[in-house]
């Protein structure tokens, strides 16, 4: 049985100017990182016999994770588009924080971000998730149902800002 996967499916282009700016930071830290590790590399490998030489290795696959970033970077970076405006809209949409409500009466804050600029730290949650499906174009008020792992979970609308 061979290792290949079907393609990921095709994620929204959409990002915030500051998740731009952050992973255009990213490339060029990369550039910088990888060049070090190229030196490190070669120096490593005028060591003498490579295949006992853990330096080496670890050098190797090192760059081998850099260069798979850049690649990556360097796609995508060139197809996002940067949406600068917010809705004129009190309904949820892109770039929205969302305040919201569960049956347990607990209240969590979300921002509705691009998928390169996901993070579990802020709850920047990706448009292309299944909460962020079901919230697009609700209002205050609203209610929410969200089915996961086999259990549904309601959720109120309490507040929405950009």
Known sequence: MGRWRAPA???SPYITPAGFDALQRELDDIWLRRRDV???LAEAAAEGDRSENAE??????ELGG?????????????VLNVVREHP????????AIVELRDDTGDTRTYR???PDETDAKTSAISMDSP???ALLAKHVGDEVVLSTNG???MMCVISIRY
């Open 151 to 153: 259990r549904s979970t």
């Open 88 to 95: 004129k809209s009190d309904a949820i949409y892109f770039g």
């Open 38 to 40: 190229v030196k490190a």
């Open 131 to 133: 909460l962020a499906k």
């Open 56 to 61: 080496y290795i670890y050098r190797k696959k």
């Open 66 to 78: 850099l260069d798979r970033r850049i690649r990556y970077l360097q796609k995508r970076l060139p």
């Open 9 to 11: 499916p095709e994620s």
């Open 112 to 114: 509705i971000v691009g």
